[in-house]
T-cell receptor, first 110, second 118 residues
Framework: SQQGEEDPQALSIQEGENATMNCSYK?????LQWYRQNSGRGLVHLILIRSNEREKHSGRLRVTLDTSKKSSSLLITASRAADTASYFC??????????FGKGTLLTVNP | GAVVSQHPSRVICKSGTSVKIECRSL??????MFWYRQFPKKSLMLMATSNEGSKATYEQGVEKDKFLINHASLTLSTLTVTSAHPEDSSFYICSARWGGLVQDTEAFFGQGTRLTVV
């Protein structure tokens, strides 16, 4: 796989607001995945979007994928304090390994 | 979803000793598991791919004699940090994917192990 580059590196918002984070990658992909990591914990899979999909929803999460721009975005609507975590993207190409960038640290203030 | 259990969650050891970290897939067979290391406020660094019944595949720059990986069964992989030193202090995480060496599936992660070498 190839690691994505998440942007911004840090994001601080108030509870109830929406949070948008972006991911860019360099080469062609089969899919792109988003993961969340709470402080001091392992990663949790959030959503997988395939290269032939443009948008996908899961609860309060909305992921878009633009293969022409080699970018993806993760939108968390109506954020909660419990959404405070680091968010990572990674893409599946010709390699089965998953590698990760530095992530976006989201802080949701109550 | 599938569960990957990692143990211990925290360990403190003396410099020069060895530490073993276990990673178990509780409800599926993981022919392949992955070991990562994470420094504070940094990304996860893939250390090695653990293959059931065969030798692990290490990433460039990772000392295989330092970080011994054993994948003796379809549900258990272990990482042993040998002759640990303070610079080995880090957060170690394991993961496994459905079907092993596939591209189109999610990965399941253990809870991580915080290793502190004093």
């Amino acid at each position: 796989s190839q690691q994505g580059e998440e942007d911004p590196q840090a994001l601080s918002i108030q509870e109830g607001e929406n949070a948008t984070m972006n991911c860019s990658y360099k080469t062609s992909i089969n899919n792109l995945q988003w993961y969340r990591q709470n402080s001091g914990r392992g990663l949790v899979h959030l959503i997988l979007i395939r290269s032939n999909e443009r948008e996908k929803h899961s609860g309060r999460l909305r992921v878009t994928l633009d293969t022409s721009k080699k970018s993806s975005s993760l939108l968390i609507t109506a954020s909660r304090a419990a959404d405070t975590a680091s968010y990572f993207c990674t893409s599946g190409g010709s390699n089965y390994k998953l590698t990760f960038g530095k992530g976006t640290l989201l802080t949701v203030n109550p | 979803g599938a569960v990957v259990s990692q143990h211990p969650s925290r360990v403190i050891c003396k410099s020069g000793t060895s530490v073993k970290i276990e990673c178990r897939s509780l409800d599926f067979q993981a022919t392949t598991m992955f070991w990562y290391r994470q420094f504070p406020k940094k990304s996860l660094m893939l250390m090695a791919t653990s293959n059931e019944g065969s030798k692990a595949t290490y990433e460039q720059g990772v000392e295989k004699d330092k970080f011994l990986i054993n994948h003796a069964s379809l549900t258990l992989s272990t990482l042993t940090v040998t002759s640990a030193h303070p610079e080995d202090s880090s957060f170690y995480i394991c993961s496994a994917r459905w079907g092993g060496l596939v591209q189109d599936t999610e990965a399941f992660f253990g809870q991580g192990t915080r290793l502190t070498v004093v």
